[in-house]
Structures are given as structure tokens and as C-alpha cells.
């Protein structure tokens, strides 16, 4: 027997894969970019293999035939939380997980573990639960197939999207949250989602079964993100403000423009619509309770928690902080500074007369293409020559300044040394951006 695992690249597919790896199962795992995948992961790589596979071109049943055999179990951890294309939810979601089941059907293999989502219903008020609910009917209506459809609320994992988004929240010390916070949350720890899944394939059960992956008891988003302020460090409630539920569906719409919001139009309404259900199912399979909210932040871990979670905050304010001395810098050059006062400068350092003219307007120009540059290049550009790029022009621009006019570093609103905090500030961002070189073979 093999576990083969849909999605083993993201964040509940890894999870499920490490565990099962440590249980010395036998992995045939699933990703777009395998090479990459398997360079990320984090388990012993002697019994996996690694396929290419996406969801997004809807692979038919042939494709996935020649890697089934009968008495496998099957595990689609494969999912989005939003749409970068429309129809992503329907490929992703349904009609490529359709295709899967029906391969398994052919196959004959033992189990299908479909992740799906509490809340997932033909009806639901979001894409994401529709199209979630159109697999999860597709496998439950192939009688010859064992299936369980396991049906997670929020899942708290400290490298997952949503507890990213809610510990970002819990930090606020005002927050506005949509009917003042009152929609129902059962929120479940990883460790304990993964171990519920294990457990169903420990001992693969007969027939077709749903089960909600839920925490002990339901709660309200605005007790939800108290009780881990609280586990953060934080003794003091936020301030809540009401906020109409229809102000906060156009400022998710907003958001939703932006590729690395959490919050769209969609998920929003996934929010308003809040999930409960009865925990008795998760607590049978585990053999205990599930863990509660209360205990999700290990005190060893609430600290970077609480640092990674204000920089999620931080990090973007800095960035547009930096564009907008770099655009005002621009502004004061081209026009609001007296001119002549400008040109006097100059002469300081040697430029005169055409040549001066033309390097004040070079410069402001190029000052004004590193700020439109700093909030609209991407990640990986910023950090191959942006940052890189501004610091060298802040030490340029800072030499010159010394050698020719030293007195400025005993000016007293210091226009020479707030260069010192402001390369600070580009040198963390520099680091945040880059991304770490893959390990050589």
C-alpha cells in the first residue's frame, strides 16, 4: 500500500505528508514544481516520490490511473483561497478532484481523504464552499469508493494564511470587525487536524463518511482574536468597533485587489457567514478532546509569534514610508526648494552652470523612479537591485555631502546622520525580500 497526497506542497498537504513519512508510509505525493517541492520539504525523502500534477489544467481520470493500484489511500490536501483567475475555484476545487475520484474508482483504491471545508454546502454564500461542496457530492456518489470527507473550520498553524491573518489582528489594540466580531468560529489546531487524518488511516473505516475537523467548542471572532492576544502577550482587550457588514464586503472587495491579501470579496462572506459544528466525531477519532483556542500559542513561541505578527504590519508601512521620502525628495527638488538655493549646493560639490541644471533634474527624476519603484516592483526585483541600488546612492550622496560639506553632520535636524536609520530600514527590507538560494544536489 501506498498514500498517495494531492497537494503535498502547501500547507495542510506538507503537514499530512510529514506525519505520515514519520509513520514510515510509503508517499506518492503531488506538485506543481515537484523539483521544488521536494527540495522544501521538510521530512526524509527515502520513501516519497513526487509527481507533477495541477489541479488547474484538470487532469482526466487516464492521467491519474498508471500511479493507483488498488488497496492505496488516496488524500486531496489540494486547495486555493482565492482565485487569481475566474474559474480557479471550479479547475481547482470540483473538476480536476472529480477526475481524480473517478481514477480511483477505476483503480479500486482502499480510501479517499478529501480536505474540504466546514461550511461547504451547494448553497454556501462563497465560490470557495460551493465549488468545495461539488467534489465533496462528486466522491460521495461513487458507492464502490470508501471516502471520508473531512470538513476543517479555521485551521491554527503557525506558518498557515489564516492564523498569519488573525494573529496580525489580535495585536491591534483597536480593532473594526464586521456586527462588532459576533459571527461563530470553531477553530482547530494543525497538529490536531494531522492526527485526526492519520488516524483514519491508521484504521481505514467502511462506507462513506463526513466528519467535522473542529476545535472543542464554538466562540466569536471577537473572543477568538482576544483569546489570543492574550496568548501573545498582550493583557489589555483591543477596543472593538462595530462595523456594517456591507462597509466591510466593499473593503475586502478592496483589498482583494491586492495579490497577497488574505481578504477578498469571497472570503469574506466565508467569514460573515462563521462555522460551528459538533465536536463528539473529532474527539472519538482522536481518543481526547481537540485542543482548545486557549492553548493554541505555546509560551515558547508567543514572543517571535507576537514580533512576526506587528512585522506583517510594519514591513508594508516602512516600504511605502521609504517610497514616499524618496517621491517627496522628488517634489522638493523639482519645484518646492528654491532653486537657486539647490543650484548653490551643487556648486558646493563642483557642478555648475548646464551641467548643474541637468544633474538636479536627473537627480529628482531618478529619486522619483526608486519611490515608484519601491511600492510597485515585486519582491524578487526589489531585492536583486532596488535596495541594493538605493543604499549605494544614500552612501554616494552621503560621501559627497562629507567631503564637501562636513559641516552638515553638526546641523541640528541632522540631514546627514538620519541617512544612518534609513539605511537600516532599506537593509531589513533587503532581507525580508530576498529569498533564501535553493541547496545544491
Not at 517571535?304 to 525628495?329: D, K, N
Request: aromatic share 8%; net charge positive.
Amino acid at each position: 500500500m501506498k498514500i498517495v497526497i494531492v497537494g503535498a506542497s502547501g500547507f495542510l498537504g506538507g503537514a499530512l505528508a510529514a506525519a505520515l513519512a514519520a509513520e514510515g508510509a510509503q508517499l506518492l505525493c503531488t506538485a506543481r514544481d515537484p523539483d521544488a517541492a521536494r527540495e522544501r520539504a521538510p521530512w526524509p525523502q527515502e520513501r516519497t516520490r513526487w509527481l507533477a500534477a495541477d489541479f488547474a489544467a484538470v487532469p482526466d481520470a487516464a492521467f491519474w490511473l498508471p500511479h493507483l493500484a488498488r488497496g492505496d489511500i488516496v488524500i486531496n490536501a489540494a486547495g486555493i483561497l482565492r482565485e487569481a483567475r475566474p474559474g480557479d475555484f471550479d479547475a481547482l476545487h470540483a473538476q480536476g478532484p472529480s477526475r481524480l475520484f473517478d481514477a480511483c474508482g477505476a483503480a479500486g483504491v482502499a480510501l479517499v481523504i478529501q480536505i474540504s471545508a466546514l461550511g461547504a454546502a451547494p448553497d454556501a454564500r462563497s465560490g470557495y464552499h460551493r465549488s468545495k461542496a461539488a467534489a465533496d457530492a462528486h466522491l460521495q456518489g461513487r458507492k464502490e469508493l470508501a471516502s471520508v470527507v473531512v470538513q476543517p473550520s479555521l485551521v491554527w498553524g503557525r506558518d498557515g494564511a489564516s492564523a498569519k491573518l488573525f494573529a496580525g489582528l489580535a495585536v491591534l489594540p483597536l480593532l473594526a470587525l464586521p456586527g462588532g466580531g459576533r459571527q461563530p468560529l470553531q477553530p482547530i489546531h494543525l497538529d490536531d487536524l494531522v492526527s485526526g487524518v492519520v488516524a483514519l488511516v491508521r484504521t481505514p473505516p467502511a462506507g462513506r463518511r463526513r466528519i467535522a475537523f473542529v476545535g472543542p467548542q464554538p466562540l466569536s471572532l471577537r473572543d477568538y482574536l482576544a483569546v489570543l492576544r492574550r496568548q501573545l502577550g498582550h493583557g489589555r482587550e483591543a477596543w472593538v468597533l462595530p462595523m456594517p457588514e456591507a462597509l466591510f464586503l466593499r473593503a475586502a472587495s478592496l483589498a482583494g485587489h491586492w495579490r497577497s491579501s488574505f481578504l477578498d470579496a469571497d472570503s469574506a462572506r466565508m467569514l460573515l457567514q462563521g462555522n460551528a459544528a459538533p465536536a463528539d466525531d473529532i474527539g472519538a477519532l482522536l481518543g481526547r478532546p481537540p485542543r482548545a483556542a486557549a492553548r493554541f500559542v505555546a509560551p515558547a513561541e508567543a514572543a517571535a509569534l507576537r514580533q512576526l505578527a506587528w512585522l506583517g504590519w510594519m514591513a508594508p508601512l516602512l516600504r511605502w514610508s521609504i517610497a514616499l521620502v524618496w517621491i517627496w525628495t522628488f517634489v522638493v527638488s523639482i519645484g518646492l526648494y528654491p532653486r537657486s538655493q539647490s543650484l548653490a549646493l551643487l556648486a558646493q560639490v563642483g557642478a555648475h552652470g548646464a551641467w548643474a541644471e541637468l544633474l538636479l533634474t536627473g537627480a529628482a527624476l531618478f529619486d522619483l523612479a526608486l519611490g515608484i519603484g519601491t511600492v510597485a516592483l515585486s519582491a524578487a526585483a526589489r531585492a536583486r537591485f532596488l535596495w541594493p541600488l538605493q543604499l549605494v546612492l544614500i552612501g554616494f550622496y552621503s560621501a559627497a555631502i562629507t567631503i564637501a560639506m562636513p559641516e552638515f553632520w553638526l546641523h541640528p535636524f541632522g540631514p546627514l546622520s538620519k541617512n544612518l536609520p534609513m539605511c537600516a530600514a532599506i537593509v531589513l527590507l533587503w532581507a525580508l525580500d530576498a529569498r533564501p538560494r535553493r541547496r545544491a544536489h
